[in-house]
């Protein structure tokens, strides 16, 4: 005879019902939670320090044109675009260094 099925209007525990969780999955390990949770934390602050990084390299680029209600279009044309390249490119070429001194590159 097989066996009755449970109240499921009884708010039971589905991953303890054979019947809601044949496989009998589990949520978590115990300790599994707080290792996950601190890789989340690693991670969460290794893409803010990404970010930052490149986001001091996008504000050295040229901003698209603009155009106006008139029709006129406005263009960034730095004073010494040389300088402004040079810094463009001493950035990137110091993204690697930057990464492995905050521990994002190994």
């Keep these: 005879m097989n066996a009755p099925l449970p109240d499921h209007d009884n708010h039971h525990n589905a991953l303890l019902c054979p019947y809601c969780n044949p496989e009998r999955l589990?949520?978590?390990?115990?300790?599994e939670v707080e290792v996950l949770q601190a890789k989340l934390q690693t991670s969460d602050a290794s893409v803010q320090i990404a970010v930052k990084l490149l986001s001091g390299i996008h504000a050295l680029l040229y901003p698209a044109?603009?155009?106006?209600?008139d029709g006129r279009t406005m263009v960034?044309?730095?004073?010494?675009?040389?300088?402004?390249?040079?810094?463009?490119?001493?950035?990137?070429?110091a993204l690697p260094d930057e990464m492995t001194k905050a521990g994002l590159l190994k």
């Design 76 to 93: 960034f044309r730095p004073e010494n675009p040389h300088e402004f390249m040079q810094e463009l490119s001493d950035r990137i070429r």
């Design 26 to 31: 589990v949520l978590a390990r115990p300790g």
């Design 65 to 69: 044109p603009r155009t106006l209600p």
